[in-house]
């Protein structure tokens, strides 16, 4: 399978814990974006990467969450001193340039 | 700013029904359009996309037209299927962020 895949694709957490996700693009694709999507909602865009450099963030994406995508090739997202509102489905999406983007399988967190 | 509105759910059809999910959209500029599918468990595929207008785009007996004239690109399939059951997202992409509707979740029963 050549597909974007992420990990882990469940995850409960503690409130105030930190927790790392882990998000492995196709290949060939130079972009790199994770989405924030809550029950019953679209994905909302958080960042997103060219290769190694982080292009863009949302507001969304507050002081406790960072994102790194060391050599242009895998991602990471960490949320820091997490909250009970960080629980949602964290989606990766990679792309060749500006072309269609393919999404993983997301990562579910829950916060309790 | 740029947005996508679909029509709410959830919808549910008998099988062999036709299907019309409702999506409207703002933009500035002619931004390309999108259909992501997403079934339980699982991340968004994407379904189909129309880069200008007039367009149609199509895939799996589903297809939707790029209407500039009514901002509109509403997904249609002939006749459904028990395995079509998903959530369907409308998207339109203004580069390099993708906005997505709200979603609306289809049901078929055989």
């Known amino acids: 399978d050549t597909g974007v895949s992420q990990d882990p694709r469940h995850k409960i957490t503690k409130r105030g814990q930190n927790v790392t996700f882990r998000c492995d693009p196709i290949s060939e694709h130079n972009r790199l974006y994770w989405y924030r999507q809550t029950l019953g909602q679209g994905p909302e865009f958080l960042t997103y990467f060219q290769n190694e450099a982080q292009l863009e963030k949302s507001r969304l994406l507050s002081d406790r969450f960072s994102a790194e995508r060391p050599k242009g090739s895998f991602s990471t997202l960490e949320i820091q001193r997490t909250e009970q509102g960080d629980s949602a489905m964290y989606l990766c999406?990679?792309?060749?340039?500006?072309?269609?983007?393919?999404f993983g399988p997301g990562t579910r967190l829950t916060v309790t | 700013g740029n947005s996508v509105t679909q029509m709410e759910g959830p919808v549910t059809l008998s099988e062999e029904a036709f299907l019309t999910i409702n999506c409207t959209y703002t933009a500035t500029g002619y931004p390309s359009l999108f259909w992501y599918v997403q079934y339980p468990g699982e991340g968004l595929q994407l379904l189909l996309k129309?880069?200008?207008?007039?367009d149609k785009g199509s895939n799996k007996g589903f297809e939707a037209t790029y209407r500039k004239e009514t901002t509109s690109f509403h997904l249609e399939k002939g006749s459904v299927q028990v395995s079509d059951s998903a959530v369907y997202f409308c998207a339109l992409s203004e580069s390099p962020v993708m906005r997505f509707g709200a979603g609306t979740r289809l049901t078929v029963k055989p």
């Open positions: 129309a880069t200008k207008a007039d």
């Open positions: 999406a990679s792309s060749l340039m500006s072309y269609e983007q393919y």
